[in-house]
């Protein structure tokens, strides 16, 4: 069956780095728009990048601007994300996503499809 799968997630003190990965199995994701959403403990998903089908653009929400790169490699069917100069507020379940959705931005979580469980992400102070 179709899944995808983070891995990379732990604790890190401020100003760490962490580098996230997603693989996926069952299925292909060289046709489809990537990206990664987050949410806090009592807070509401929110999007972090995303990455559009043949790589050439990328978008970063305006909190993570400067901070985040996401990438993709489809020869190994799995995407990521590096995250550097972390802070406290970053502390969430960090969520990858795949599909191939049109007429939503690709910062929305409708434009996906598929879901990953989630990886831990917490930032200490």
């Known amino acids: 069956q179709a899944q995808l799968a983070e891995s990379g997630g732990g604790s890190v003190e401020a100003g760490g780095s962490l580098r996230l990965s997603c693989a996926a199995s069952g299925f292909s994701l060289s046709d489809l728009h990537l990206a990664w959403f987050r949410q806090a403990p009592g807070k509401e998903r929110e999007a972090v990048a995303a990455i559009i089908r043949d790589g050439s653009t990328t978008y970063v929400s305006i909190y993570l601007q400067g901070r985040v790169t996401i990438s993709r490699d489809n020869a190994a069917n799995t995407f990521y994300l590096q995250m550097n100069h972390l802070r406290p507020v970053d502390t969430g379940m960090y969520y990858c996503?795949?599909?191939?959705?049109?007429?939503?931005?690709?910062?929305?979580?409708?434009?996906?499809?598929?879901w990953g469980q989630g990886t831990q992400v917490t930032v200490s102070s």
């Open positions: 996503a795949a599909g191939i959705g049109r007429g939503e931005s690709y910062l929305s979580p409708l434009k996906y499809n598929h």
